[in-house]
């Protein structure tokens, strides 16, 4: 199954953003594996960006490195722009870069506010627009998809569960899933399908202060019905379904990939 897939992205091109580590470094390898050109977005991890890349080239792909502040109007659109120059075309954007600034509600302040609303709800609305304009232009490239376009977002468990202590965050990713359903009834007709993937506990650095210690694993595990934390690549195989045509029917949807945690809190004993 996985052989007849291997190439299901071939001659695409997709941007993935903050994809110097963690999920949209996973996401982005798992793209360039099944044949996609990729441009691989990050804000200010150098050898993380280059990292990613490497081990595209390595499977066979292309990649483009290409820095760029997801909150920044400008940057975003000459990082399209670039990308464009580059290869030509567009075919996919995951909308994956993120941050956390924790802060008990009473001692947040607005600059934890701004930057987490402005990376994870003002970016990938900066770059669902920059991509859609060159998704309506370019309309169905028959050859590669059935599909104008697709968006996918790297939403949260937390656009559904709310967040004590992270206020900003939650808030952000709640924004995020209602961003991602409008657009997706807005482009459909067009031809263009808008998904999300919403991870559960997933190992990254975001948050490793969690994972790293023996009790902060456990705490993670007793919330995951599956029993396992999260890999990047348990997010990226589902990233590169949902862009495929293997999809082309899932259009507005939202995917829990949390090894059961959404079925949480739990008051079966
Ligand atoms: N790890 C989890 O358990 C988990 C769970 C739910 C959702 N998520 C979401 O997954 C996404 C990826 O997070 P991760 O867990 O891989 O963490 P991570 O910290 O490894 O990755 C975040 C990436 O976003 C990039 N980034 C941050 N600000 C940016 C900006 N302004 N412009 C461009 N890039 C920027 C970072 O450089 C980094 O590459 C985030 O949206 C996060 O909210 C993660």
């Known amino acids: ?51 990613t890349k490497d081990q595209i080239e390595a499977a066979g792909g292309k990649a483009l490195v290409i820095k760029a502040d997801v909150s920044k109007e400008e940057e975003v ?42 990376t994870n709800l003002t970016g990938p609305f900066l770059c669902a ?18 599909a104008a376009g ?20 939650a808030t952000s990713k709640g924004g995020v899933a209602m961003m991602m359903k409008t657009m997706a009834q807005e482009l459909a007709p067009q031809g263009i399908r808008v998904n999300s993937i919403s991870p559960g506990a997933i190992k990254t650095d975001i948050n490793k202060e969690d994972w ?13 019905p599956y029993g396992r934390i999260g890999e990047p690549d348990d997010i990226a195989r589902v990233a590169a379904w949902l862009a495929s045509d293997e999809a082309d029917y899932v259009a507005g949807a939202t995917i829990y990939v949390d090894g059961g945690m959404t079925l949480f809190p739990s008051f079966a004993e």
Do not use: C
Request: hydrophobic share 45%; net charge neutral.
């Open 150 to 169: 697709k968006i996918i977002f790297i939403s949260s468990v937390h656009d559904i569960i709310p967040w004590a202590g992270h206020v900003n965050y």
């Open 77 to 118: 659109e000459a990082m399209f722009q670039t990308a464009l120059d580059t290869f030509g075309t567009l075919d996919i954007l995951v909308n994956n870069a993120g941050i956390q600034k924790d802060a008990a509600l009473v001692d947040m302040t607005l600059d934890q506010w701004n930057k987490v609303i402005g």
């Open 1 to 51: 199954m996985e052989a007849a897939n291997a190439k299901r992205l071939q001659n695409q091109v997709a941007i993935v953003t903050g994809a110097s580590s963690g999920i949209g470094q996973g996401i982005a390898i798992r793209l360039g594996q099944h044949g996609a050109n990729v441009v691989v977005n990050y804000h200010s991890d150098d050898e993380g960006a280059q990292a």
């Open 212 to 224: 790293s210690s023996r009790e902060g694993e456990e705490k993670m595990l007793s919330q995951i």
């Open 129 to 146: 627009r920059a991509a859609s304009k060159i998704f309506l232009k370019q309309g169905i490239r028959k050859e590669v998809s059935r």
